[in-house]
């Protein structure tokens, strides 16, 4: 289908009000509902869970599995246009829309994403436009792919192709055993292995681009990782070196622009060392949907990543986003709602509330929580963004509120 504009509050030519579906139903889902209702727009979740965080908010809840042929179909008789919240949703489903309703992103451009062979292939053909390529690495597939493997591969990463995300679907190998033993451990299933570099930092770029070719591009996130999940990121002036930033949002652009993707991008990079001592940026992996790192677009930036969503979607003008405040994100798993210092294996406990009047009371401080029913240990919960006039005051403010909730400084 062609894009169209669609104008928030107006009716559809069926006389319902515009109404906009998303395929997921988890908190991503749960803030693109906030944003396209605060403008005016209907929405209508598809997800199988009951209890949805989206699906709790929105104005209709179809219950059903994303690949269900009748649950398609009432989304498509309900939507005028439908976007995803998370990549792992069958691209076959997408398509299936597509054929009825304008989709963003577009099924190809989430195949890709679904796909780190297919990735990877397509980083490398935008390397030449966006001046950064992915990390030396190699497909392997099969006995005889896992044997021709270059040995200045190793030590590396061995992720699985498919639904590796937050750390899990990947194996550190150091050598060629233990790099057959991890391919073993995978299943055999079909994996990339990257070459292991010295990390220097880790950061992203969050663009949105309209149906027309335009793209606006958000400010350049920094993101620590604990336990392979997103802690913190960090964004104000000086977090990544300029000249850095400049070229991570340059790629981005070329990579969206490329895939002629319409909709929100985040592309993840690792800011690396040279043997020389000198750093560079290398390409890790893209997500065609908000991300966690954009949260803070929620409370420091003029629009948000969501609205931005939104807007691509309807076909709405994207105005180029202004960050008027510094600001750092605080990820908020599952774990603050047990004992302090509670491992995993504590998560049968009682869950207690986190302090949250005591962060409240500190300046700058906006709490997000999800509508999750069950808090557990590595379950994305929420997030709070830290807000402030100053990079001082915004990592000062920071450090208290990690104290309070018991968190490990990171950095901050």
Request: a neutral charge; proline letters at 7%.
């Amino acid at each position: 289908m062609s894009f169209k504009t669609l104008l928030p509050g107006s009716p559809s030519p069926n006389g319902q009000p515009t109404t906009l579906g998303v395929m997921g139903g988890g908190q991503l889902g749960r803030m693109f509902v906030q944003a396209a209702q605060a403008m005016g727009f209907a929405t209508v979740v598809l997800d199988p869970d009951p209890a949805s965080p989206a699906g709790q908010i929105s104005h209709h809840h179809i219950r059903a599995a994303y690949d269900d042929e009748p649950g398609l179909a009432q989304l498509i008789q309900r939507s005028d246009a439908i976007t995803t919240e998370f990549e792992n949703v069958p691209a076959a489903a997408l398509a299936t829309l597509a054929a009825q309703r304008t989709v963003a992103p577009s099924a190809s451009c989430v195949a890709v994403a679904q796909d780190r062979v297919k990735e990877k292939a397509h980083f490398e053909q935008c390397a030449p436009i966006s001046g950064v390529a992915p990390a030396p690495h190699a497909v392997i597939t099969t006995d005889a792919s896992l044997a021709a493997v270059p040995d200045d591969l190793l030590p590396g990463i061995l992720k699985t192709a498919r639904m590796g995300y937050d750390g899990k679907g990947q194996l550190r190998v150091a050598s060629r055993a233990q790099l057959a033993e991890a391919w073993d451990q995978l299943d055999k299933v079909p994996c990339v292995l990257e070459k292991m570099l010295t990390l220097r930092a880790e950061c992203s770029v969050i663009v949105a681009r309209g149906a027309d070719g335009q793209v606006v591009s958000f400010p350049v996130q920094k993101n620590t990782h604990h336990e392979g999940i997103l802690a913190i990121t960090e964004v104000f002036d000086g977090a990544i070196e300029a000249g850095l930033a400049q070229r991570a949002q340059a790629s981005t652009v070329a990579i969206a622009n490329h895939l002629r993707y319409v909709g929100v991008l985040c592309v993840e990079y690792f800011v690396v060392e040279r043997a020389d001592g000198t750093t560079d940026l290398v390409v890790n992996e893209m997500a065609p949907r908000p991300h966690n790192s954009g949260h803070y677009t929620q409370n420091a930036c003029d629009i948000s990543q969501f609205e931005a969503q939104v807007r691509a979607l309807a076909g709405l003008p994207l105005p180029v986003p202004r960050q008027h405040s510094p600001t750092i994100m605080i990820n908020l798993l599952g774990d603050l709602w047990f004992e302090p210092n509670a491992v995993r294996a504590q998560a049968s406990k009682t869950p207690v509330s986190p302090p949250w009047a005591a962060v409240l009371a500190l300046p700058g401080t906006h709490l997000h929580l999800y509508g999750k029913l069950g808090a557990r240990p590595g379950r994305k919960m929420g997030h709070l963004n830290v807000t402030g006039a100053s990079v001082t005051r915004v990592r000062e403010t920071t450090a208290q509120a990690l104290a309070l909730l018991g968190l490990p400084a990171l950095g901050v």
